[in-house]
């Protein structure tokens, strides 16, 4: 279940989602999944988002404002008062890294009292700014780092991410090389499957030859509609299938697909964009007020 919280910072709106789940549906391994009921919160980090990518709905506003450390640290506190959260990830409005003093002095606050999470529960997406992410592992040590990486060629990756014409994909993944050797960490890939675009067996090629040397795990994302802005077509579950099967079997890459949260109020992945919040069916959650009218 997902559910949308809406924030008042500086005469604009900015959009959060906590995301419930229970980690004992399913299996893993064929073995039944250990744990129970968890809430991650996505987090916003602009006020809109200058990356301009073609499928998410947050690009069409352009940018706005960034967000100062308070005002993105209040987004888990709001949070905090109707579920609690295990983890966080900086995957709602915005580049993080274009953001990229508040984000780490934000995360820095999330990893003291009261908070208290451990940075492994902590993650942090990025279309691949290549100079924040050199700077990433010793301003951020064991920090999760997702890649919106969403296409296997520069071409494709341009097309559909505007931005992507300046961080080549050669030079991208040198730096991820790089980062990974510092960290020791697996890297999160994400790549939404958008129909006859990036979702054929020839990608699926391309993108396990990209990663094979790589430690990563690859998260499928199954397109959201964004009303209007929607000239994208949603993959089909045999594509997104076949698709997993190529990276899970010729190439060794463990490949999950993204389970749909959100898509009812327009929470799930690239939907989220605000215009007027009070119009939104949001449930008794709606626009909060700020950090200093809280009883905390």
Known sequence: ????????????FVEAVIMR??????????????????????????VGCKMGCKFCA?????????????????QLVHASHFSQIRNVVFMGMGEPLNNYSALVEAIHI???SPFQL?????????????????KLQSDLPNLNLAVSLHAPVQDIRCQIMPAARAFPLEKLMDTLRT???????????????????NDEEQHAHQLGKLLETFQ??????????????????????????????????????????RKQMGQDISGACGQLVVNQPDKRSTGSAGLLTDIEDLHL
């Open 58 to 74: 947050t690009g069409s506003m352009g940018f706005k404002s960034n967000l100062s450390s308070g005002e993105i640290v209040e």
């Open 179 to 197: 980062y990974q050797t510092n960290s020791g960490q697996k890297i999160f890939i994400e790549y939404i499957m958008l129909d006859e675009v």
């Open 216 to 257: 990563v795990v690859v998260n499928l994302i199954p397109f959201n509609p964004i009303g209007n802005l929607s000239y994208f077509k949603t993959s089909s579950e045999q594509k997104v299938a076949r698709f997993q099967k190529i990276l899970r079997g010729t190439y060794n890459i463990r490949t999950t697909v």
């Open 110 to 112: 999330m990893q003291g």
């Open 118 to 134: 451990s940075p492994k529960k902590i993650t942090v997406s990025t279309v691949g700014i290549i100079h924040a992410i050199n």
């Open 1 to 12: 279940m997902c559910v949308p919280y809406h924030f008042y910072q500086n005469g604009s």
């Open 21 to 46: 789940y229970d980690t004992r549906l399913g299996k893993y391994g064929g073995k039944p999944r250990p744990g129970g009921p968890r809430s991650t919160l996505c987090i916003s980090s602009q």
